[in-house]
T-cell receptor, first 113, second 112 residues
Framework: QQQVKQSPQSLIVQKGGISIINCAYENTAFDYFPWYQQFPGKGPALLIA?????SEKKEGRFTISFNKSAKQFSLHIMDSQPGDSATYFC????????????FGQGTTLQVKP | DAGVTQSPTHLIKTRGQHVTLRCSPISGHKSVSWYQQVLGQGPQFIFQYYEKEERGRGNFPDRFSARQFPNYSSELNVNALLLGDSALYLC???????????FGDGTRLSIL
């Protein structure tokens, strides 16, 4: 019940294309869903996050879509660029459990020029 | 403004030794969390501290311990190191222990 399942494991997209990464969860007590971007040798950097009271959040080229009934959320990267090549992690937490983030397994994105 | 800083950046130890990793949170942040990231996997929660009190603990053995100091910096201690402890240890800070959390670049620990 504490798991967050992420897919695909790896993704190759052409420059200018749309990258889509999906996550699913079981625990309905989760109330915060962030996406982190990690480059080799660096720590995860917070990209964008959503709470379950909204179905979509957009920040620049990054959009989170959230489907509460299906217990799924996804990250869309529009106009993907080679600089977006990194590993992306979805995560979830519940306020009652303070700061504990439960991460997905990660998706390695490669954007080809 | 400085982000979360961790030291050292790299560390090599042998089995059975102990190690201390250090973390300084973002200025104004009172909570620090520790995560272990094994190569190819997502980070796993180890501890959270807020106002020097342990708020949460993940599924890690008692060889792992941590503490938070009055200036909100934190140490993670691991005793009797095993080969399986080789990982990137990440520290994250937040204002009051909830979200959002901001991560440092980690300490890469290698056990020989």
């Amino acid at each position: 019940q504490q798991q967050v399942k992420q897919s695909p494991q790896s993704l190759i997209v052409q420059k200018g294309g749309i990258s889509i990464i999906n996550c699913a969860y079981e625990n309905t007590a989760f109330d915060y869903f962030p996406w982190y971007q990690q480059f080799p040798g660096k720590g995860p950097a917070l990209l964008i996050a959503i709470r379950p009271d909204v179905s979509e959040k957009k920040e620049g080229r990054f959009t989170i879509s959230f489907n509460k009934s299906a217990k799924q959320f996804s990250l869309h990267i529009m106009d993907s660029q080679p600089g977006d090549s990194a590993t992306y992690f979805c995560a979830a937490s519940m306020r009652s459990n303070t700061g504990k983030l439960i991460f997905g397994q990660g998706t390695t994105l490669q954007v080809k020029p | 403004d400085a982000g979360v800083t961790q030291s050292p950046t790299h560390l090599i130890k042998t089995r059975g030794q102990h190690v201390t990793l250090r973390c300084s949170p973002i200025s104004g942040h009172k909570s620090v969390s520790w995560y272990q990231q094994v190569l190819g996997q997502g980070p796993q929660f180890i501890f959270q501290y807020y106002e020097k009190e342990e708020r949460g603990r993940g599924n890690f053995p008692d060889r792992f311990s941590a503490r938070q100091f009055p200036n909100y910096s934190s140490e993670l201690n691991v005793n009797a190191l095993l080969l399986g402890d080789s990982a990137l240890y990440l520290c994250a800070s937040s204002v009051e222990g909830h979200q959002p959390q901001h991560f440092g670049d980690g300490t890469r620990l290698s056990i020989l």
